[in-house]
């Protein structure tokens, strides 16, 4: 079975930019006890510019432990979450 990812970007104005961290941080904690692996990564020339990427061992176990997170505190995103299934090289 193919590993899963998905990722969500998006932007948020400097006075919220802490509670976002903050809520990141919770759904990180969140994401990894269902087995997933998540990453937060922020614009190097747009502070407030966020990629977040989520990453598991199927689509199936992304999708429940999106679902389970229930995402506290994600910002709408401007790209939605498409799913992406590794290819193998192989």
Known sequence: MPRALTYH????AEPERAA???????????????????WLFE???????????????????LAAAQSDAAMPGRPHSKSGSPLFLEVSLD
């Open 9 to 12: 970007r998006f932007e948020v």
């Open 20 to 38: 976002v961290l903050g809520a990141a941080r919770e759904r990180g904690r969140l994401l990894r006890s269902s087995g997933c692996n998540h």
């Open 43 to 61: 614009a190097a020339n747009a502070r407030g510019e966020f990629l977040e990427f989520t990453e598991a061992a199927s689509a199936e176990r």
